[in-house]
């Protein structure tokens, strides 16, 4: 399946970002969580791990 035919499901979404595949899902006590991921080299990366409060503002505990 291509990620044009995705339907994201209740707190769980991916998207294309430019080149990144950014994926967000609920987490607990209103928080949400995202991964970017990237193609670095022909091996899939992670460029970031994030978290924040229901709308706020991403703040990251993972960077590479």
Do not use: C, F, H
């Amino acid at each position: 399946m291509r990620l044009s035919q995705y339907k994201g499901s209740s707190g769980l979404n991916a998207v294309l970002d430019q080149d990144l595949l950014v994926v967000t899902w609920a987490g607990q006590a209103g928080s949400e969580l995202r991964a970017r991921y990237a193609i670095d080299g022909g091996q899939p990366v992670i460029r970031d791990l994030s978290v924040r409060k229901s709308g706020g503002q991403w703040t990251a505990i993972g960077q590479t």
